[in-house]
């Protein structure tokens, strides 16, 4: 079993920043990628980032890319990510997420969910 926890979550103004982070705990041996996903209001889950565990490589998307950082402290089990230049099309559900697989965009490769931080933008 892998517990994750979010937060850091809130409102901000758009062109603001914020910084989320997702607690890891458990068994984490068999992780090789840690992952942030978002839910807009009425859509369906997306990928934001992931972040390979052992070497630190990242994956973005086109929409995160530039704005957000993911990162990660292995001494706290925890991963972050960096949002900066908010936007209201960032207003979301944000959740991290662990996986088996190197480097994926695929929620179906997630094996263990955090429930969850909201993130809201205004304009």
């Known amino acids: 079993q892998v517990d994750l926890v979010e937060s850091g979550g809130g409102l901000v103004q758009a062109g603001g920043s914020l910084r989320l982070s997702c607690a890891v705990s458990?068994?984490?041996?068999?992780?090789?990628?840690l992952a942030w996903f978002r839910q807009p209001p009425g859509k369906e889950r997306e990928f934001v980032s992931a972040?390979?565990?052992?070497?630190?490589?990242?994956y973005y998307t086109d929409s995160s890319r530039g704005r957000f950082t993911i990162s990660r402290d292995n001494a706290k089990n925890t991963i972050y990510l960096q949002m900066s230049n908010l936007k209201p099309e960032d207003t979301a559900v944000y959740y991290c997420?662990?996986?088996?697989?190197?480097?994926?965009?695929?929620?179906?490769?997630?094996?263990?969910w955090g429930q969850g931080t909201q993130v809201i933008v205004s304009s």
């Open positions: 997420a662990t996986s088996t697989k190197y480097l994926t965009r695929d929620s179906g490769d997630y094996d263990y």
């Open positions: 458990g068994r984490t041996s068999s992780i090789l990628t």
């Open positions: 972040i390979n565990w052992a070497r630190g490589s990242t």
